[in-house]
């Protein structure tokens, strides 16, 4: 048996690990995908996870340096090394069967191994675009666009946001046909002739867990390919090939009129209503002006035996009102956030434009009228 190739801390590779299992696959139908790649030269490990699409490195320091390359089950080694406490490290070695032992304090693992050799790659590309952005604000927009990317529709092209600019600033775009969300970032300038590209929602969501607690992030992207660098990871993704809709023609003016209501109050409002249905046929609420002061909200069962309603404060500056489905409702609400919102209409047949009064530069588009039921009549 050999000495050990190498030793690193047992907390360090948590970490990176439980960021590269969200890039491995439980399922797939090449053994290697299922698999973390660990590599050691010049004093540093580079950790890879990848499904062929998506792909993530790490690099961390490590004592020892012994060379060392090896394909190792992903699940079997986050486990081990997640299950670790305190200060411990790991001290990796290799067995006459060309089998790996992880040995930490007391604890010991011999795991099976694949070639490194057959642990695939994506390859690299030249920047088309290029920007350094806020970890915090980067974090912010992927969590603001990511509920409405189109999960089960069969256009491809709308199952990621778009990476893009509006107004010469970084905007993300997402729609999943009842709601269409922007988010632009008014520090960062769009750079001059870049492509717009589709990202995918897989690397987007790898990306929010690899911001948390960082403090600047570095995206470059080219027509095929996008790559996140944040504090020494780097993730790359194939872009979604296809042509975005134009969001931007169905987001409606800002209206003078427009309604103001608290976002908190609507959703738990909603969530006392929900009750009410009893089926995916019956998740309609009417929202409709009840004086000056408040809006109705109105619900009431398929077979028309339960009703719910709750009139909530609002300034109402003569809002028509419609049928909105509640879960994109509370969805959006919750995603503008903030003190209080503006809700504009032009009538009770066009999409409600929602953004916060103090405009941070996020604006959603809601559908209506789908499902539209009869006021619940008041007593």
Not at 107 to 126: E, H, Q
Not at 211 to 216: H, K, Q, S
Request: hydrophobic share 45%; charged share 25%.
């Amino acid at each position: 048996m050999s000495e050990p190739s190498f030793q690193v801390a047992a907390s360090v590779l948590s970490r990176a690990l439980k960021v590269a299992s969200r890039v491995v696959e439980r399922r797939n139908t090449l053994p290697i995908l299922a698999h973390v790649l660990l590599e050691v030269a010049e004093g540093s490990l580079t950790l890879t996870a990848s499904d062929l699409d998506v792909q993530f490195e790490q690099k961390l320091k490590v004592d020892q340096d012994a060379p060392f390359s090896a394909a190792l089950p992903a699940d079997k080694l986050t486990q081990f090394i997640g299950a670790l406490s305190g200060d411990v490290f790991c001290k990796f070695s290799t067995d006459d069967d060309g089998r790996v032992i992880i040995r930490a304090g007391r604890s010991r693992i011999t795991l099976p191994v694949l070639p490194a050799g057959d642990f695939p790659k994506l390859g690299d590309f030249d920047n088309a675009g290029l920007l350094e952005v806020s970890a915090a604000s980067l974090s912010r927009m992927l969590n603001r666009v990511l509920p409405f990317v189109s999960k089960d529709d069969p256009r491809f092209c709308i199952e990621g946001p778009l990476w893009h600019g509006e107004e010469g600033q970084l905007a993300l775009a997402a729609t999943d046909t009842v709601v269409a969300l922007r988010d632009i970032e008014a520090s960062v300038a769009w750079p001059e002739n870049a492509p717009e590209v589709i990202l995918a929602p897989k690397a987007c969501r790898v990306a929010t867990a690899m911001l948390e607690g960082a403090d600047r992030a570095l995206i470059g992207w080219s027509e095929r390919l996008s790559r996140f660098t944040v504090s020494g990871a780097v993730l790359t993704a194939k872009v979604i090939d296809g042509m975005f809709p134009n969001y931007r023609r169905i987001i409606p003016e800002a209206r003078e009129d427009a309604t103001v209501v608290d976002p908190e109050v609507v959703i738990a409002a909603l969530s006392r209503l929900r009750p009410a249905a009893d089926s995916k046929d019956c998740n309609f609420a009417n929202f409709e002006p009840d004086g000056d002061e408040a809006i109705l909200l109105s619900m009431r069962s398929g077979d028309a035996t339960t009703f719910a309603r709750e009139a909530i404060p609002a300034q109402v500056n003569g809002a028509p009102g419609a049928a909105v489905s509640i879960l994109p409702l509370g969805a959006v609400m919750d995603v503008v956030g903030g003190d209080s919102v503006e809700i504009s209409q032009a009538d009770s047949d066009a999409a409600m434009r929602i953004e916060r009064v103090v405009k941070d530069g996020v604006v959603a588009v809601l559908n209506v009228g789908r499902g539209f039921r009869p006021t619940v009549e008041r007593s």
